[in-house]
């Protein structure tokens, strides 16, 4: 009789498995569902917590946000920034793990955040958006905290900690997803007759190349004052009736940030995005690219002249800029460059309609940006907190999209 001998395996990293209708097959032997419902919450919570607080900070003291202090637990008075770079520098000598982010803020730990936040001295900043005392409030996020260090940490947790991550987080950052909520979305057209003293100047800003389009949130403190960019066409090639190749004008949305600093320091921040393209009978392609510079509308009244004048000036530099790569497009300037796209003619059955490829004509957040610029963020989901598919100064989604049908 053949004996059969079991061979031990030993670190057997399993996988989870791909289901249709977006189900997977998750090992046994994995950690239990709770472990990943607490680290999906945590990421969201704290992630969330850092844009807010970045957020006032900016609105509060603009180009001298990340200079703040506070104690930081140890009884020593740091900034932010210092706080930051040595991190930074440490996560360089292994820049070739995970993706590379230079904000400072995103390099506080969330004990930080908590300290900063509820310390004497930023804490009449931030109470309006806390129902409840400093001491309750400081009290909740701590419990949070407590339960984070022990995931991070490798300590076990119970299936009761998630629901009391679930609930201290509904209680603390109900308010801050109000707040954030009206930070991410301007949906709403400034009206024509508005009282704001800088609506009627910044409304009849344009021209050939850049329209204007202020937009403002639905508690009216935060703007959006809008760019809206026509990349002019500098090159068309056809090859045959069902492709065709371009060169157009590719705004580099971060270089806004980089080189008008006066205008960037009073702005939250600047995001942008590709509106889908369209294409006429003589196969000319037009792409408008979208470009969110948004601010506290106190910010904007306070600085008016500054800001209305660092609008003027992109405009008039993307217009000179558009002009010199019209008449040579092998030009570079600092804020526009030549890029390729195309458009690509299909049927299927009784439907003819055009495929565009223009992603290289969006600019996603990278690690020099300024830390006023996004990168291609839009959000058009209003449950921030949990629903979020990407986070700001951050390259890529972290969930897919979740639709309602």
């Known amino acids: 009789m053949a004996v059969f001998k079991l061979e031990r395996l030993f670190m057997e990293w399993q996988t989870a498995t791909a289901k249709e209708n977006n189900e997977y097959k998750i090992p046994e032997r994995w950690l239990h569902l709770h472990y990943y419902e607490a680290l999906n919450i945590l990421f969201r919570f704290e992630n969330s917590l850092r844009v807010f607080v970045y957020a006032v900070l900016k609105n509060k003291y603009y180009e001298q946000w990340k200079t703040q202090t506070f104690n930081t637990g140890d009884s020593q008075q740091k900034s932010i920034q210092n706080l930051a770079a040595k991190r930074i520098s440490q996560a360089e000598n292994f820049g070739y793990l995970g993706y590379d982010v230079k904000c400072p803020i ?18 009449p900043l931030f109470k309006s958006h806390f129902r409840g005392n400093k001491e309750i409030i400081k009290n909740k996020l701590l419990e949070i905290g407590s339960i984070r260090n022990s995931l991070a940490h490798f300590r076990p947790i119970k ?30 057209k400034v009206p024509t007759n508005s009282t704001f003293s800088w609506y009627k100047k910044i409304s009849t800003l344009g021209n050939t190349f850049v329209t204007t389009n202020p937009l403002i949130s639905k508690d009216e403190k935060w703007i959006n004052l809008q760019l809206i960019f026509r990349s002019p066409m500098l090159e068309k090639n056809k090859y045959g009736d069902t492709y065709v190749a371009y060169k157009i004008a590719k705004l580099i949305t971060p270089n806004i940030a980089r080189d008008f600093t006066d205008l960037s320091s009073l702005v939250t921040y600047i995001s942008e995005s590709i509106r889908y393209p369209g294409i006429n009978q003589d196969h000319d392609i037009h792409i408008r690219k979208i ?7 106190q910010a904007l009244r306070e600085n008016s002249e500054a800001i209305l004048m660092g609008i003027e000036n992109i405009i008039s530099k993307i217009s000179e800029e558009s002009e010199l790569l019209i008449q040579d497009n092998l030009a570079k300037g600092t804020l ?21 490829e223009y992603n290289n004509l969006k600019r996603s957040y990278q690690p020099d940006d300024p830390d006023e610029y996004w990168g291609d963020f839009f959000s058009n989901e209003h449950d921030i907190v949990a629903g979020s598919t990407i986070y700001p100064w951050m390259s890529s989604e972290i969930s897919k999209e979740e639709f309602p049908f």
């Open 106 to 123: 995103m390099h506080l730990t969330s004990g930080e955040l908590i300290e900063l936040l509820t310390s004497d001295n930023y804490w």
């Open 159 to 188: 299936s009761d900690d998630v629901e009391i991550i679930k609930q201290n987080a509904k209680h603390t950052l109900i308010e801050i997803e109000k707040c954030l909520d009206n930070i991410f979305n301007q949906e709403q």
């Open 336 to 356: 526009l460059e030549t890029a390729s796209c195309s458009a690509h003619r299909l049927e299927t059955g009784d439907r003819k309609y055009w495929k565009f």
């Open 291 to 297: 470009v969110n510079i948004v601010l506290s509308e």
